[in-house]
């Protein structure tokens, strides 16, 4: 049997971890000069967690979870971070300690949907969530440090969409309204959304189906619907929004696909084509119920998670070029351990280091070099070592000079400084 990897899960190598990289260092800085601090939370969580948060009626609990039975404990592989966020910050009685707390979280989620591009079954996040601040300034502003990471990172096309699902009164006139919007037409809805409407309305809002969609279109607005605290809240926002100038559109119909969500609600996507039709690059909202909902004290939260593999689809083919190494060659036996010791005096200075010890030929030495993309190889043979030199070979110019072993330091620092012309870098053969 030819071993490979699970269904709708992959194997990221080594370039292209470099490039994940990058995009996660500007994530990380963005989200640092806000104050966020990271959280790291078990990847396996019981089972209940989900239900009672994510919500039962959802897609990615109803259908999506990877579940394990052990013993009498049934454990769930998290489909998002939040709520294991938000159990460890009610487990680690982090409210009675400071009044806010802003964390953020990188790492994999696992959703058994159905593969396609920009959509698999272990995907990354990368996520903050706020618990303490009830808003509106920090929902605005969230919004905006994450319209300015994706345009900082390049990405085009972005457009922000924002919506208010109100508070619980809010919501229980929508839930009302939808119900009653529904029922005449009810014939017209898929059949999940007709068994499903008169539980959870909201669901049929952000069906993928064409017929819920069709009729969900002229479904009734729920800002026509907030209470005054919620409408201010909602105000609140778009004028933060306005203030700082982030674009965005309100968009009545983002329910997102979640339960827990109370209030601002947005998501950022891309019109640009490399991504294909799973385009959400973002989604995020405030949940005020679920730290009360999971036992806690009553306490608001906003957050979102951005999907890796989607901004990273988005931004299409860059180069995150390696750091520049050098590789030591010593050509027989006698020059392998003084190699060793000039690999790790040259460690010590900064320099990343790799001594070729196979026992091989110059000429297989200096491929290998060529083909890890060495910018240096360090010579050392037996009459240099007699003469305290190497022979320094410049990878990238073509070059080659007899370097005493006492300047190698300050000759690849000048190296490294000056620019190598196109021309010279081509062809490395
Ligand atoms: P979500 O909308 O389910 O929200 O997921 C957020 C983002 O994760 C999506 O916009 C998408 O980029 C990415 N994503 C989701 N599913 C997949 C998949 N199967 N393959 C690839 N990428 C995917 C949440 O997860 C909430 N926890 C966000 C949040 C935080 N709300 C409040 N705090």
């Not at 070729?356 to 910018?375: E, F, I, Q, V």
Request: with cysteine; aromatic share 6%.
């Amino acid at each position: 049997m030819k071993l490979k990897p699970v269904k709708g899960m992959q194997d990221i190598l080594p370039e292209e971890v470099r490039r994940w990289q990058l995009v996660e260092a500007r994530f990380r800085r963005a989200v640092e000069l806000h104050g966020f601090a990271e959280v790291r939370t078990p990847l396996l969580e019981a089972t209940e967690l989900f239900q009672r948060s994510t919500g039962e009626t959802t897609e990615v609990v109803e259908k999506q979870m990877f579940t394990l039975e052990r013993g009498s404990e049934s454990l769930s592989l998290r489909p998002e971070g939040t709520p294991s966020s938000a159990r460890a910050y009610i487990h680690e009685s982090v409210y009675a300690k400071q009044p806010v707390s802003r964390w953020y979280y990188l790492g994999p989620m696992f959703r058994a949907e159905q593969p396609q591009r920009g959509r698999q079954r272990q995907f990354h996040q990368a996520g903050c969530e706020i618990y303490g601040d009830a808003g509106p300034l920090c929902d605005a502003e969230l919004i905006d440090m994450l319209y300015g990471l994706l345009s900082d990172l390049g990405v085009a096309g972005l457009k922000v969409s924002v919506n208010s699902l109100g508070g619980n009164e809010s919501r229980a006139r929508y839930r009302d309204a939808l119900i009653a919007y529904f029922k005449p037409r009810a014939a017209e809805l898929s059949p999940h959304a007709q068994e499903r409407f008169e539980q959870n309305p909201l669901r049929v809002l952000d069906s993928k189906d064409e017929r819920d969609r069709a009729v969900a279109k002229a479904a009734p607005s729920i800002l026509e619907l907030l209470t005054p605290d919620d409408r201010a809240h909602w105000q609140g926002l778009l004028d933060a929004l306005d203030a700082l100038g982030t674009p965005y559109e309100v968009d009545q119909q983002l329910v997102r696909g979640l339960d827990y969500y109370t209030r601002t609600t947005f998501e950022i996507s891309t019109t640009s084509g490399a991504i294909g039709s799973q385009n959400a690059l973002l989604g995020g909202g405030r949940y005020d119920d679920m730290i009360a909902g999971l036992g806690g004290p009553a306490t608001p939260a906003i957050g979102f998670a951005m999907g890796l593999e989607r901004v990273l689809l988005a931004l299409g083919e860059f180069e995150a070029a390696p750091p520049a190494w050098v590789a030591v060659a010593p050509l027989a036996a006698p020059q392998q351990n003084p190699a060793l010791k000039l690999a790790k005096r040259l460690r010590q200075q900064g320099f990343t280091v790799e001594v070729d010890g196979r026992g091989t030929s110059l000429k297989s030495m200096l491929r290998r070099a060529n083909g890890g993309g060495a910018r240096f190889c360090v010579v050392l043979g037996e009459s240099e070592l007699a003469r305290d030199v190497v022979q320094l070979k410049d990878l990238a110019r073509h070059e080659q000079e007899e370097v005493p072993l006492d300047q190698l330091v300050a000759r690849l620092t000048a190296r490294l400084t000056e620019p190598v012309t196109s021309t010279e870098s081509e062809d490395r053969g």
